[in-house]
């Protein structure tokens, strides 16, 4: 018997219905952690966050088709199912993640799935409001197909928390907005991020690059950073009320830009709850400073999107 085969693999919808069925008879918690697989540090720790909290946990392991574009390779996307299931059989041997849910793309999608919006047939959730700016602008369709599976998941598993982790700043938007929206009855938990000793965010993107470009890219959350301490010289020091955004934005593009290995996409401040443009930052009403910079994959012409982002309070 391999390690990862002592976990139950849920592959069908009634499994996993059956599985929760009988976490309601016990009277126990649920949290789950949806990902698409290629687990890394940063997923560990909403697992190990979930396991804490709750009386099982389950993980879904699903690369959803939806949420990316035609020209983005979803073929591409790295699966690692054997590795993944090795992660969590020995990652957590207190208290192991209790059942991992694996489905078929005809589980989820039953009509079938195109990547092409406008052939899409069937029911989407979008959320407007929070899913058109910053990611949203570069991926329009992303948030969509983010939203639809992540409605189709929390109405399979029905967990009492669902994990998530900081990184994705607008991804937690979203789903706070669709969950409180559509009335789900579950606690959205989100997690603060995972870095690398150099301060990188935890990605599985950070696969791309190499050792060199990994160490330089730690210039990202620095910058972050120094937005961050020119917020609170100017709020905390010399009790400012207010700091304009476009002094924090140029800190943080200042320090970037002196590497011309990194190419900035975005950089935002952002209102935390709507993503709305802020002019101003106040303290007390705090704001989400996020931004995507390209940098260059390894032994290739090509550039990977990184994202970070940093609170304001
Ligand atoms: O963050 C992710 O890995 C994905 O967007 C999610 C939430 C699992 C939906 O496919």
Redesign the pocket.
């Known amino acids: 018997m391999t390690v990862s085969s002592k976990i139950q693999i849920l592959r069908t919808v009634q499994q996993v219905r059956q599985w929760r069925h009988q976490t309601l008879i016990n009277n126990q918690s649920v949290g789950f952690v949806?990902?698409?697989g290629a687990l890394h540090q940063g997923h560990c720790s909403l697992v190990a966050e979930s396991i804490k909290e709750n009386d099982k946990t389950i993980v879904?392991i699903?690369?959803?088709p939806s949420?990316f574009a035609p020209h983005e390779d979803l073929n591409n996307y790295p699966r690692t199912l054997d590795r993944d299931l090795e992660i969590l059989s020995t990652e957590f041997r207190n208290k192991p993640v209790d059942a991992v849910f694996v489905p078929k793309m005809s589980e989820m999608y039953p009509n079938g799935i195109v990547l092409e919006v406008e052939k899409q047939r069937g029911t989407f959730v979008t959320v407007h409001g929070s899913s058109e700016q910053l990611e949203g602008v570069t991926r329009p369709q992303f948030f969509r197909?983010?939203a639809t599976?992540?409605t189709k998941?929390l109405n399979i598993v029905q967990p009492t928390r669902v994990y998530?982790?900081q990184k994705?700043a607008q991804?937690c938007v979203v789903?706070r907005n669709l969950v409180k929206d559509l009335m789900i009855p579950t606690e959205v938990r989100v997690m603060p991020t995972l870095r690398e000793s150099n301060g990188l965010a935890m990605s599985s993107r950070n696969e791309y690059l190499s050792k060199e470009m990994k160490d330089k890219s730690s210039i990202i959350y620095r910058a972050l950073r120094k937005g961050e301490e020119l917020f609170n010289k100017e709020t905390k020091l010399h009790h400012k009320k207010s700091v304009e955004s476009k002094l924090i934005i140029s800190e943080i593009a200042d320090l970037i830009q002196q590497d011309p290995d990194f190419e900035i996409e975005y950089i935002a401040v952002s209102h935390p709850e709507t993503l709305e443009d802020l002019g101003e930052v106040k303290p007390g009403l705090g704001a989400v400073v996020s931004c995507a910079v390209k940098a260059p994959k390894e032994n290739s012409n090509e550039l990977t999107r990184l994202i970070d982002n940093i609170i304001l309070n």
């Open positions: 949806p990902t698409m879904s699903f690369v959803n949420q197909g983010v599976v992540v998941l998530f982790g994705d991804q789903i």
